[in-house]
């Protein structure tokens, strides 16, 4: 079962996202702000969902710190005003406009977010691997 950490500091929004995650079979840990969110976060966390805008650490900090402790971690930006291009610099794997149009828009979004997180973590392994067989290559000449 994926795991989610959901963040947000508006209880009615984090109980919407738990609702809707739960009903869709995901295992779902809350917090209320960056803080709660990082003593929280484990490897055990598969997708972070956390709202832009937190009180005591920006929810951008969030994402950042815990993509620092754990690189595989897909992590979904939630915010009322999205600066795609801005969010695009953090290597977020997806973003949500809030208010959400539909309660599938969500999960949609994290399903989405965690392909584009294999996809680019299946992609560095090959370049990885390029780069391993070009160096055996050049020692062979």
Same mark, same amino acid.
């Given at each position: 079962?994926?795991?989610?950490? %959901?963040?947000?500091?508006?209880?009615?929004?984090?109980?919407?996202? /738990?609702? @809707?995650?739960?009903?869709?079979?995901?295992?779902?840990?809350? %917090? @209320?702000?960056?803080?709660?969110?990082?003593?929280?976060?484990?490897?055990?966390?598969?997708?972070?969902?956390?709202?832009?805008?937190?009180?005591?650490?920006?929810?951008?900090?969030? @994402?950042?710190?815990?993509?620092?402790?754990?690189p595989?971690?897909?992590? @979904?930006?939630?915010?009322?005003a999205? *600066? %795609?291009?801005?969010?695009?610099?953090?290597?977020?794997?997806?973003?949500?406009?809030k208010?959400?149009?539909?309660?599938?828009?969500?999960?949609?979004?994290?399903?989405? #977010?965690? *392909?584009r997180?294999?996809? #680019?973590?299946?992609? *560095?392994?090959?370049?990885?691997?390029? #780069?391993?067989?070009? /160096?055996?290559?050049?020692?062979h000449?």
């Amino acid at each position: 079962m994926v795991r989610v950490l %959901a963040v947000d500091d508006d209880p009615e929004v984090l109980r919407l996202v /738990e609702k @809707v995650l739960r009903h869709s079979g995901y295992d779902v840990v809350m %917090a @209320v702000d960056g803080k709660d969110a990082l003593s929280k976060l484990d490897a055990s966390i598969d997708v972070l969902v956390c709202d832009k805008n937190l009180p005591q650490m920006q929810g951008t900090q969030v @994402v950042l710190e815990a993509r620092q402790r754990y690189p595989k971690l897909t992590t @979904v930006l939630m915010t009322a005003a999205p *600066e %795609a291009l801005a969010l695009a610099q953090l290597g977020l794997d997806g973003y949500l406009a809030k208010p959400f149009r539909t309660n599938a828009m969500l999960v949609q979004t994290i399903e989405m #977010a965690r *392909e584009r997180r294999q996809s #680019a973590l299946q992609r *560095e392994q090959l370049e990885s691997q390029l #780069a391993a067989t070009r /160096e055996q290559l050049q020692k062979h000449r």
